[in-house]
Structure formats: C-alpha cells, structure tokens
C-alpha cells in the first residue's frame, strides 16, 4: 500500500458538493485517511472563472502511480468533468502531488510527481499545511510549512481562506 497526497479542486455547479463526492469516490481507489479544511481560491492563470474551493486528501491505495492517474482521470469524468482549456473551470480536478517519498518522471501518461508547480501554489499549501506540515519536499528538501512560508514571503498576502 502506497501513501499518496491528492490536490482537488472545483469551481463549478456546486463546488463544495463536487469535493464531498470526489472525496467520497477516491474510496473506490482506497483508504481516504484524511481530508484537509476547505478553501476558496483565486483562480490562477486564467482569472474569468468563479473562485475555486480546493483541499487536499490523503489517500492509502495498492495502486502503482501510472494506474492511479488513469483511475483519477476517469473518477473525473465520472463526476462531470469535461476538459476545455488549460487553467478553465472545471467540475472537478484531480492532481497527485506526492506518491510516498518517489520521484516520478512518466512522459507516457504525463505524471510528474511531486507536482512540479505545487511550491507555487498556495491553495495547495495552505491545506497541506494542516495535514502534513513538517513533510519534507523531496527534490526542493524543504518541509510544507516551510515551503508555504516561502510563497507568502513572496507573494506578500494571502488570498486563500478556510471555508
């Protein structure tokens, strides 16, 4: 059994509903063990969309990582996603931001794992940061409190709130 970290997020229908049924979901693909306060976010890269509510689970699964991102993908569809364009408003997002402590480069299926922008992200540190703060990145070797530390620094002000 692996211990994976999952970012989701919703900003359309309903979106809080759209996380209680995906959460309920990853059940098929596992045991969710814990689920990180909900937020409400800013959308990033393209702002004419509703603010996003985003959080983070934490998922035990026998799954290995190439299946596990297939199993996402058509849990997404499952719950009404329909992909647009990048960065767009979507029913429902489903991102593995850490397998155990592995590094994954898979080209074939497109999993890159840690996620390589999750330092940048505050909507996914932020909830991170209640589940797993002194987890340690490991390619950036610094913890999530430490990484979400970091982007405050930068970014100046905070822009996600705890629902």
Known sequence: MAQVILGLGSNQGNPKENLDKAVA??????????VAPYILS???????QPDFVNTVAILETPLP????LLK????EKQLGR???????PRVIDLDVLFYEDQEIFDTDVMLFVPHPRLHQREFV???LSYLRPDLVHPTMKKSIIQLYRDLMRN?????????
Request: charged share 25%; proline share 9%; aromatic share 4%.
């Open 25 to 34: 979901a990853l059940a098929t693909l596992g045991t969710v063990q814990e």
């Open 42 to 48: 800013k959308p990033e890269g393209y702002d004419a």
């Open 65 to 68: 990582p190439a299946e596990l």
């Open 72 to 75: 996402l993908q058509e849990l």
């Open 82 to 88: 329909v992909k647009t364009f990048p960065n767009g």
């Open 125 to 127: 540190l932020k909830p």
């Open 155 to 163: 970014k100046g002000e905070a822009t996600c709130k705890i629902l």
